[in-house]
């Protein structure tokens, strides 16, 4: 069962442009979503998080917005740089279950120069 | 700040045998850290939850007895895959938990193949 889903196995970008990725999460007791970055060979790297009693997260190019009815978070990227290519995983986690965190299956976000 | 640094990045080891992976958390205590296993092109699987001074909390159908973690100071915590068999061969990854936080920081990975 998978709690935390990720449609989209890929998206490709042109340099510049606004990049979006989607995640949606069926456990309504998720109190925390995080986006992380993932080089090939390499740890995920934390990029944003947010809180359930928000709905919107801006850091610099990064931002995550949250949709608790839609049980949707999305991350947008503007300006898409050809450095932002890499695997974007979704997580999420609750205070209920020792904040262990669940991740999506990725994106592999391609950014075209 | 939140570096967590695992040794070795890479092993080839023998069927049969074991293998010590270390995760060490840099520049912050982490009473939590966690073992993650990836297989290519698929997302990251929890294998353990790792608490210091305390046994290790195993995820469903993950062996305790073939994979031994150990998590004996505040920065360190170790995974021993014990007699090792080509199945096993995936990247491991670990990650540690600033207390208090949701985030975690995670490791470069271990490329473990066993031949």
């Known amino acids: 069962d998978q709690q935390v889903k990720q449609n989209s196995p890929s998206l490709s970008v042109q340099e510049g442009r606004i990049s979006i990725l989607n995640c949606d999460y069926t456990n309504s007791m998720f109190d925390y979503f995080l986006w992380y970055k993932k080089y090939p060979a390499e740890g995920p790297t934390f990029l944003i998080s947010i809180s359930s009693i928000k709905d919107k997260n801006e850091d610099g190019r990064f931002t995550v917005f949250l949709n608790k009815s839609a049980k949707h978070l999305s991350l947008h990227i503007v300006p898409s740089q050809p450095g932002d290519s890499a695997v974007y995983f979704c997580?999420?986690?609750?205070?209920?279950?020792?904040?262990?965190?669940?991740f999506g299956s990725g994106t592999q976000l391609t950014v075209l120069p | 700040g939140a570096v967590v640094s695992q040794h070795p990045s890479r092993v080839i080891c023998k069927s049969g045998t074991s293998v010590k992976i270390e995760c060490r958390s840099l520049d912050f205590q982490a009473t939590t850290m966690f073992w993650y296993r990836q297989f290519p092109k698929q997302s990251l699987m929890l294998m353990a939850t790792?608490?210091?001074?305390?046994?290790?909390?195993?995820e469903q159908g993950v062996e305790k007895d073939k994979f031994l973690i150990n998590h004996a100071s505040l920065t360190l915590s170790t995974l021993t895959v014990t007699s090792a068999h080509p199945e096993d061969s995936s990247f491991y990854i670990c990650?540690?938990?600033?207390?208090?936080?949701?985030?975690?920081?995670f490791g470069p990975g271990t490329r473990l193949t066993v031949t």
């Open positions: 790792s608490n210091e001074g305390s046994k290790a909390t195993y």
């Open positions: 990650s540690a938990r600033v207390p208090g936080h949701y985030e975690q920081y």
């Open positions: 997580a999420a986690g609750s205070s209920g279950s020792a904040r262990q965190l669940t």
